[in-house]
């Protein structure tokens, strides 16, 4: 019996593979709150598609989707940090407005690309703002892995990939000689 890759599982569960059009275009702004139901309609199946995703793939480290992912083409992301119990983080129209000088560099994985993983720079920390539903601005900063986690999405709305973000010389490794699946990423207390 053939072993499906991890890209055709996911492809399998709606995530839009690596070379489409959508992942490569910057995502439409919603104009809040005018489209206030198209910005919820968009939410539901980041949430939706998330939901069948993680019921075939455990992510210790958290997990976000970008709509662009899904083949929305729409400014909208979510997240869900590592702690289960911690509530997901929804973005809408977000933008990066500040970044710590400090950085990391640790193996991130996409779900459009599931085969491989790479050795991406980020900062520590990231100070981002996003649209409320109800057209407010809000401002959250988010350090370490939850800033990666972040950052990740948030490029994928201005139709980056995290190998966009890798330094020259440095590639993607298969996903089977990668060993730091189920565990979260290190950081220096």
Same mark, same amino acid.
């Given at each position: 019996?053939?072993?499906?890759?991890?890209?055709?599982?996911?492809?399998?569960?709606?995530?839009?593979?690596?070379? +489409?059009?959508?992942?490569?275009?910057?995502?439409?702004?919603? &104009?809040?709150?005018?489209?206030?139901? @198209?910005?919820?309609?968009?939410?539901?199946?980041?949430?939706?598609?998330?939901?069948?995703?993680?019921? *075939?793939? #455990?992510?210790?480290?958290?997990?976000?989707? @970008?709509?662009?992912? !899904?083949?929305?083409?729409?400014? +909208?992301?979510? *997240?869900?940090? #590592?702690?289960?119990?911690?509530? #997901?983080? *929804? %973005? %809408?129209?977000?933008? !990066?407005?500040?970044?710590?000088?400090?950085?990391? =560099?640790?193996?991130?994985?996409?779900?459009?690309?599931? &085969?491989?993983?790479?050795?991406?720079?980020?900062?520590?920390?990231?100070?981002?703002? $996003?649209? $409320?539903?109800?057209?407010?601005?809000?401002?959250? $900063?988010?350090?370490?892995?939850?800033?990666?986690? *972040?950052?990740?999405?948030? &490029?994928?709305?201005?139709?980056?990939?995290?190998?966009?973000?890798?330094?020259?010389?440095? +590639?993607? !490794? #298969?996903?089977? =000689?990668?060993?730091? $699946?189920?565990?979260?990423?290190?950081?220096?207390?």
């Amino acid at each position: 019996m053939t072993q499906v890759r991890p890209s055709e599982q996911m492809r399998d569960l709606g995530v839009v593979q690596r070379g +489409a059009p959508v992942l490569a275009e910057p995502a439409l702004a919603f &104009d809040l709150p005018a489209e206030r139901q @198209a910005a919820e309609q968009a939410i539901e199946q980041l949430f939706s598609a998330m939901e069948r995703i993680g019921r *075939v793939h #455990p992510f210790a480290k958290g997990m976000g989707l @970008a709509a662009p992912q !899904i083949a929305i083409g729409r400014a +909208a992301a979510v *997240v869900q940090p #590592p702690e289960s119990a911690a509530p #997901p983080i *929804v %973005l %809408l129209n977000p933008r !990066i407005t500040d970044r710590s000088s400090d950085e990391d =560099e640790q193996y991130e994985g996409c779900l459009s690309f599931f &085969d491989v993983r790479g050795l991406t720079p980020r900062p520590l920390q990231i100070t981002v703002e $996003t649209m $409320t539903l109800e057209g407010q601005l809000m401002t959250t $900063t988010y350090e370490r892995g939850l800033a990666r986690l *972040v950052h990740h999405e948030i &490029d994928h709305l201005y139709g980056l990939l995290y190998t966009a973000r890798m330094r020259t010389g440095v +590639a993607p !490794i #298969p996903v089977e =000689e990668y060993r730091q $699946t189920g565990r979260a990423w290190a950081y220096d207390q």
